[in-house]
């Protein structure tokens, strides 16, 4: 009765399920192992976006010095005179922007919570439904849980320690060097482990692969680009003060689908409440003019159909991957579960071809 195919891979889940939950409960095995873990994964993750940002200036200059190493060499330079360039020229722009956008916050935490205040009355003075569900102690508790959040928020701890953050920011270029580098190879390696006979399925796998994560990759950066401009001009039109700080962390979320814009305009609402409603009302319609924009005009015109997941799939794991795995979850939620997508849908047809 249980001996089918199902019971079986459902075996498997389950006995490995059961052997991390053991690990779990010893933490001189599982502290070790999270931390070697988290200082391979990373770097893995990371090094594979930026591979595939950097793969098509690397090939653009194979064609011109014919040497990989040397197009590889120049890539570099030129990243690292860009990032130069913006540090001299906008570094105290962007630092002094940011720290103030900070400050900010803490100078006018009272003035947020009196705004709160208010809309809360007069919500419940209009909508006597709402008074039941005491939105101003939820929304107060919610504002200050946040701020609370930012000012004091441990980036380290997501690495465990110091130590291992220089580890991985050193061992970052190393593996997009040779991802950049062999790529070929490990392609050539992949291949390899399978018989002779079976090798055309594993590269139909691995096009298919190479193909979705860097239409994903380079299409999504480019999106991101583009709200944070839009978020910019959008602030700038309506007055809304440390703009370019704003801007950037639209930007940055903005990399995270669908629910990027909407978490990167939460700092902006908060100045809003400092200031007035009108202000919040401005916001919002910032926010629904770019989130129209992005669906309806920016993503289908840079993106396409390429990835074909639903839009509904995609909001369910970023949830979930914001809940188990935090920001850094969420910025590789969806390239995964492509991954995953492929291999399992080849591995079906696989086997309907045997």
Do not use: C
């Amino acid at each position: 009765m249980f001996k089918g195919k199902f019971f079986k891979t459902a075996y498997a889940v389950i006995l490995i399920l059961v052997i991390i939950l053991l690990l779990g409960q010893i933490p001189y095995v599982m502290k070790p192992l999270s931390t070697v873990l988290s200082i391979i994964i990373f770097p893995l993750l990371l090094g594979g976006f930026l591979y595939y940002l950097l793969r098509p200036l690397v090939r653009f200059f194979v064609n011109k010095v014919n040497n990989k190493t040397i197009a590889i060499i120049i890539t570099f330079l030129i990243v690292i005179a860009f990032w130069a360039f913006v540090i001299y020229f906008g570094g105290s722009i962007i630092y002094s922007e940011v720290k103030e956008l900070f400050n900010y916050f803490s100078f006018n935490y009272e003035t947020t919570k009196q705004s709160i205040s208010q809309i809360i009355n007069f919500s419940n003075e209009h909508f006597r439904f709402l008074k039941d569900l005491n939105l101003q102690k939820r929304l107060l508790n919610f504002v200050k849980g946040l701020l609370s959040e930012m000012s004091n928020y441990n980036f380290m701890g997501t690495f465990s320690s110091l130590s291992n953050l220089a580890t991985i920011i050193v061992l970052i270029p190393f593996v997009v060097f040779y991802f950049l580098k062999d790529d070929d190879k490990i392609h050539d390696f992949l291949l390899s482990a399978l018989p002779s006979k079976n090798q055309h399925k594993l590269e139909r796998t691995l096009q298919e692969i190479d193909q979705i994560l860097s239409a994903y990759i380079s299409s999504q950066l480019i999106v991101a680009l583009i709200l944070g401009v839009l978020m910019f001009i959008g602030y700038l039109i309506i007055g809304l003060p440390n703009v370019l700080g704003l801007a950037l962390i639209a930007m940055v979320t903005s990399f995270i689908p669908i629910l990027g814009p909407s978490l990167g305009i939460l700092p902006a609402l908060l100045i809003a409440l400092t200031t007035s409603l009108l202000m919040v009302i401005k916001v919002l319609v910032v926010l629904s003019i770019t989130q129209y924009l992005e669906g309806n005009l920016i993503r289908p015109l840079v993106q396409g159909e390429k990835l074909n997941i639903h839009p509904l799939v995609v909001l369910f794991l970023i949830i979930i991957s914001i809940l188990l795995f935090g920001i850094l979850g969420a910025l590789f939620a969806v390239p995964i579960y492509a991954v995953i997508r492929i291999v399992i849908k080849n591995r079906a047809q696989f086997t309907e071809e045997v």
